[in-house]
């Protein structure tokens, strides 16, 4: 494998790996490029909470000095970031509330998964406050920046993640995912992302938020810049014996196989450009159009498919998370001080459901707000009565969906991650409609991810006219200076299939990077003495 980028921050994950195995770069000289270029862009971008700088150094002279230890591990030497929701040794989790911090005496399990693999935490990154919003800011350590806009959001909750892995901080990290937390990120940043199938990763070793639903669980997921290293991360992540001597990359102990398995030329894909709810901006449509372009010419069969019925599916996503009529939020928020944006949910969430027909025709109705009163008058406190009826609908809605993947005998289905770019701050809550594509997919609990696929072009901002509902108005703003952010899509695929769902994403991220507005870090905007 060949340098590919003049600067060692600039490497993916497993190019990291392969110079270091091959003595080309000591583990020192990756580490301290890396922490350098941390300290060259978070005082821009505020991702990283907290940094392990001193530590990681020791560990790379270390595995310098001591070449036996990183034998057959894949990751060896590796920089890696973790959300800061995760348990790191040593490490403190705020989640963002003005409480005294959680602090971690071991590490948690995929972290430990992570460091016995041969990767060196540099840090842990920036959430939403409860990680209840996609936009990362909180009290305790303010808003992170988006690298391509100083002034548009990273999304979230894996915000810090995505912002400093595109910022070229470290080469691969740690997020989780519960409502496009690992995939909106991802798109607004330029990486890539998966969430794994529902269970597949253990959720131990983590803070949680929402305590006790059941029927939506968040997945832990790997990012990174390249398709190759979310791979390369799962056999990590899925490895069932963590303390067990690395070998072979094949090795049996790992649940998941480190190379590509699939003949794209096997592959049905099934496509929706637009999910009926929420229209795509004109990037995202033809970041789609060019991927089914580049999967049609590597041999995949491309299958239109009809959308699925999106508003009934999110009216029973919002209303099964919001079925405590946010009474845990208020437990784990009680003593701190709140965001904005957090406190208007927290506010909103309990509000009684008799009441909230009412404020939808006398609030939300006069403004335009249709589609945010659709799911506001689908969310509030429910009795367990309630529950189980709105669980068993969802039951049945999830099945009409697969049903209509077998009708079509698709394996995979590509289409947009989010409605817009980046957003513009403050807006998180208001948007919610826009991250439909990527909700969608928590409630099926299928495997997805995100990959780059180009960025806004001068002249495609926004298509939208007409009469428009208040959050596609607010879409047009957002679109309106948007040129040069970055747009991914998204590829969803059948319970355990990952591989499958990457080697699609694999496939595509080939693609684009062969056209010209790929969002490549070579691209990024400078940073102070970059």
């Known amino acids: ?70 034998a057959g591990r894949p990751l060896r030497g590796v920089p890696i970031s973790i959300k800061e929701c995760f348990l790191v040794a040593g490490g403190k989790t705020t989640l963002g509330m003005t409480l005294p911090p959680i602090v971690h005496a071991n590490d948690g399990l995929h972290v430990a998964r992570l460091r016995d693999a041969g990767g060196i935490v540099l840090g842990m990154t920036n959430v939403p406050q409860m990680m209840i919003i996609h936009e990362t800011r909180n009290p305790v350590f303010g808003t992170t920046n988006n690298p391509w806009n100083l002034g548009r959001s990273v999304g979230g909750s894996s915000g810090g993640e995505a912002a400093i892995l595109a910022a070229g901080g470290t080469a691969l990290g740690l997020g989780s995912d519960l409502g496009g937390s690992i995939r909106l990120p991802s798109h607004f940043c330029g990486v890539a992302g998966l969430k794994p199938t529902s269970r597949r990763l253990d959720r131990s070793g983590a803070v949680e938020n929402l305590r006790g639903m059941a029927w939506l669980e968040y997945q832990p997921g790997p990012m990174a810049r390249h ?46 450009a637009d999910d009926g709810f929420f229209p795509p901006c004109p990037a995202a449509k033809r970041a789609i159009a060019e991927g089914i372009q580049g999967l049609e010419a590597r041999g995949a069969t491309i299958v239109t498919l009809e959308p699925p019925k999106t508003l009934e599916l999110l009216k029973s996503y919002f209303a099964i998370a919001s079925a405590d009529g946010g009474r845990d939020f208020r437990r784990m928020l009680k003593g ?62 999830v099945r009409e969906v697969f049903q209509a993947w077998d009708e079509a005998n698709v394996d995979v289905v590509l289409c947009p991650t989010h409605a817009t770019p980046a957003l513009l701050p403050d807006c998180a809550v208001d948007m919610m409609p826009a991250a439909s594509y990527s909700v969608l997919m928590n409630l099926l609990g299928v495997p997805c991810g995100s990959v780059p696929a180009t960025r806004v072009r001068a002249g495609e901002t926004s298509d939208r006219r007409g009469k428009l509902d208040a959050s596609e108005r607010l879409a047009a703003k957002i679109e309106a200076g948007s040129e040069g952010l970055p747009i991914g899509v998204q590829v969803a695929g059948r319970f355990w299939r990952e591989d499958q769902v990457l080697d699609v994403m694999e496939a595509l991220e080939s693609h684009y990077r062969t056209l010209p507005d790929y969002p490549d870090i070579v691209h990024l905007p400078q940073f102070g003495n970059d």
């Not at 991360?233 to 699939?262: I, Y």
């Open 1 to 70: 494998m060949q340098r590919t980028s003049p600067k060692l921050w600039q490497h993916g994950a497993a190019q990291l790996a392969h110079l270091i195995a091959s003595r080309e770069v000591s583990a020192s000289e990756v580490i301290d490029a890396h922490i350098e270029r941390i300290e060259t862009v978070n005082p821009h971008i505020h991702a990283m909470t907290e940094t392990f700088f001193d530590r990681a150094k020791t560990t790379a002279k270390r595995l310098d000095d001591e070449p036996s230890l990183l």
């Open 227 to 272: 398709v190759a290293d979310l791979r390369l991360a799962m056999h990590v992540l899925c490895r069932t014996e963590p303390n067990a001597r690395w070998s072979k990359a094949e090795d049996a102990r790992s649940g998941f196989n480190p190379q590509p398995s699939t003949d794209i030329r096997s592959l049905r894909v099934g496509v929706y």
């Open 336 to 397: 701190s001080k709140l965001d904005p944006e957090v406190a208007r949910l927290v506010r909103l969430a309990a509000l009684p459901r008799w009441i909230r027909p009412l404020i939808a025709m006398l609030v939300l109705a006069p403004f335009g707000k249709q589609k945010m009163s659709s799911l506001f008058q689908a969310s509030g406190p429910r009795s367990a009565n309630s529950l189980w009826q709105i669980t068993y609908q969802a039951v049945q809605q």
